[in-house]
């Protein structure tokens, strides 16, 4: 049974005066200890929040990482760096790493193995531009990302990732892709994974997530959690969405 996962992606936000108040309401609240909560903040904040976390469940994960394990990188951060100050999680081909800095299909596979083979978790983000959705290639696009990554790491290498769809046209937008477009998205991104031989993966869901759409993303969604940008700044919001994920713990983990 796959367990739920809730995963704030504070994106280029924070300070260290505001991330130590953020980082104490959220430890503070009890009732959403049955799920898998995961704090991504910038890298340079990484150690400071990590430090925050300790003897708690609470795990700490990064934005982003090097495909590369050491070397002349001016301004990179490997994957052995993200282990050493505590990292579990990696998000891996965010759309705005993919568009903005534009990382390809191939420099996002290696960095999910770069990730895997540090034993890092990389939350592997898949998902559409607006314009191929209405071009009817959502499928398409999905697959071609998903199988660069499997053709890379291998189905054994894979093994743990965690996949977040999330429409890019629905990330920073306030657009949030519908229920049916999630279940429909989450159910063929699990029916590919199943065909590659990728079983138990778990899909979380991403996009302009909040406390008021949650619940109803992750019972009619069908989602496995959610990976959440500008929700995850506030602890309220947060710690609603993750509520919304407990309240679907169906006793498993
Ligand atoms: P958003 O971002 O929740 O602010 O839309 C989601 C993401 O980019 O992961």
Redo the contacts with the bound molecule.
């Keep these: 049974m796959r367990s739920k996962l809730v995963a704030g992606?504070w994106k280029m936000h924070g300070s260290r005066a505001e991330n130590a108040p953020l980082v104490e309401a959220i430890l503070a609240v009890s009732g959403i200890e049955s799920i898998e909560c995961v704090l991504c903040p910038p890298h340079v904040y990484l150690a400071d929040v990590g430090r925050m976390l300790r003897d708690s469940s609470v795990r700490l994960g990064a934005q982003n990482l090097s495909a590369e394990s050491a070397g002349a990188f001016t301004g990179e951060v490997s994957a052995a760096m993200l282990r050493d100050v505590g990292c579990q999680y990696v998000i891996v081909g965010?759309s705005e790493r993919r568009h903005l800095y534009g990382e390809d299909d191939m420099l996002v596979a290696r960095k999910c193995a770069a990730a895997l083979a540090r034993g890092l978790t990389p939350i592997l983000c898949l998902g559409e531009q607006l314009s191929e959705r209405e071009a009817g290639r959502t499928h398409e696009v999905i697959e071609r990302q998903l199988e660069a990554v499997v053709g890379l790491t291998g189905i054994e290498g894979f093994g743990r990732a965690v996949i977040a769809y999330?429409p890019v046209w629905?990330?920073?937008t306030g657009l949030t892709a519908n229920t049916e477009q999630v279940r429909e998205m989450t159910e063929h991104i699990r029916t590919v994974a199943a065909s590659l031989s990728l079983d138990g993966v778990r899909v979380l869901y991403?996009?302009?997530?909040n406390a008021e759409n949650a619940a109803s993303l992750m019972k009619e969604g069908r989602v496995d959690g959610f990976?959440?940008?500008?929700?995850s700044l506030k602890a309220e919001s947060f710690l609603a969405i993750g509520q919304a994920a407990n309240d679907c713990y169906d006793g498993k983990r």
């Design positions: 992606n965010h999330e629905a990330i920073g991403g996009g302009s997530v990976l959440v940008g500008g929700a």
